[in-house]
């Protein structure tokens, strides 16, 4: 980045690209690592089990993420800014507990079990991120996203919802929307991963910024 003669502020994060595999990892998935991608495998849990999975700080996975993250601050010594990972969102997190081909019938057949399970990953997924930001020192004041480069002036949350490219509208404005709304208030400046093929529910997307700005990332 040193070398390229642009104004893009340049930064590290714990996986440089793209691949969320601590949040599965964490979870005690199988972590598959690929050509071009790092993957968790499912679990295929019962509704019982996928609700006990927590954030556990003592978690060795957790606890290397963190120390990624510490190694980076001692290295970057403030020249460049140091941020979180990419993670797997609540919708994501759901179709690698419960399958991914079972996550989708689980919206229609159970709506009940998906929504506490959804809100429950929510949570999960936001402690993930406040946990970090912990541990983060500012950058000329502010906040950082490192995949995309993205400077804010208060604390950031990349949600990801890439398992929505298979939702209707109506599912998601049900039993999801409420969930990125929740993660969503928890943080000052937030912005959301998609691929093109969410982009039919870009109106409800956006109807959860509620009169505020929401990035929309292809």
């Known amino acids: 980045g040193e070398e390229v003669e642009d104004d893009m502020i340049r930064g590290a994060c714990p996986i440089q690209v793209a691949f969320p595999c601590f949040l599965p990892a964490i979870f005690g998935c199988k972590i598959r690592v690929l050509p071009d991608n790092v993957m968790g495998e499912e679990l295929s849990l019962s509704w019982e089990d996928a609700m006990q999975k927590r954030l556990d700080h003592g978690n060795p996975w957790f606890q290397k993420y963190l120390e990624f993250a510490q190694a980076l601050v001692e290295r970057s010594q403030g020249r460049y800014p140091v941020s979180h ?3 797997l969102g609540p919708t994501d997190l759901h179709a690698l507990l419960r399958g991914h081909g079972k996550s989708i019938l689980d919206l229609m ?7 506490q399970l959804l809100m429950h990953l929510g949570h999960v997924f936001a402690e993930f991120f406040h946990e970090t930001w912990k541990r983060l020192p ?14 804010a002036p ?3 949350i990349r949600i990801q919802e890439d398992a929505t490219a298979v ?7 049900e039993l999801v929307q409420p969930v990125d709304r929740m993660i969503a208030q928890q943080f000052e400046c937030n912005f959301i991963h998609l691929h093109s093929t969410s982009m039919f529910m870009l109106d409800a997307f956006l109807d959860m910024a509620g009169g505020r700005v929401l990035r929309a990332s292809t």
Do not use: K, M, N, T
């Open 138 to 151: 500012l950058y000329e004041g502010g906040y950082f996203d490192a995949q995309y480069q993205v400077w």
């Open 154 to 156: 208060g604390p950031i």
């Open 167 to 173: 939702f209707s509208p109506r599912l998601y404005r």
């Open 85 to 87: 990972g990419a993670e």
């Open 109 to 115: 057949d159970q709506p009940e079990e998906s929504a």
